[in-house]
């Protein structure tokens, strides 16, 4: 049986129109790494639709991004100290096109009073999984041993002669 490997990543950004593009950029080369070429798209839409959101309504720019995958499901989350941006208000329209292109989403406060944004892609059946190898136990059995190499012929010279050959024999 194999198991997926599971990945995390983490990275904090100052977000400005110009860092969106790069942390797309980055976020995509992790996930090219852990061989998910087809979550590149929704992911990096969705990072940049809260990059931009957060560019234009935060005045706290400080940003935190998580990526993790348990080998069904890719999670990302964007969590900020920002206390005057709303989610409900300010980023009402970002919410609704995350909503409608992850297969989950959400957005819950921290015990420290930030706010996280997370939404998860699930893999499609058919596609790659990163998968590794479980190692085998050892056994306590014994080994048998090798039977002896000796030629067919000296073995049945040194046979005798078997019930069924003489049952043969009476019968002729």
């Excluded at 904090?12 to 790069?22: A, I, L, M």
């Excluded at 080369?29 to 798209?41: E, F, G, M, Q």
């Excluded at 012929?153 to 078997?162: E, F, I, V």
Aim: net charge negative; proline share 7%; glycine share 6%.
């Amino acid at each position: 049986m194999k198991t997926a490997v599971p990945c995390y990543y983490h990275l904090d950004v100052e977000v400005s129109p110009e860092r969106v593009g790069q942390v797309s950029r980055i976020l995509a080369a992790h996930l090219r790494y852990w061989d998910l070429d087809n979550l590149v798209d929704p992911v990096c839409r969705g990072a940049e639709l809260l990059l931009r959101a957060i560019d234009e309504h935060a005045t706290d720019k400080h940003t935190s991004i998580e990526m993790w995958w348990n080998g069904q499901h890719l999670i990302t989350a964007f969590g900020d100290d920002d206390p005057d941006l709303r989610p409900d208000q300010d980023l009402r329209s970002c919410l609704a096109d995350i909503a409608a292109m992850s297969d989950g989403w959400g957005c819950c406060a921290s015990d420290t009073g930030s706010k996280i944004i997370w939404f998860s892609q699930r893999a499609r059946a058919g596609q790659r999984i990163p998968l590794v190898p479980i190692a085998p136990e050892p056994t306590l059995r014994e080994g048998r041993t090798v039977p002896r190499e000796e030629p067919v012929a000296a073995l049945a010279a040194a046979a005798p002669a078997s019930a069924a050959d003489d049952a043969l024999e009476g019968s002729r």
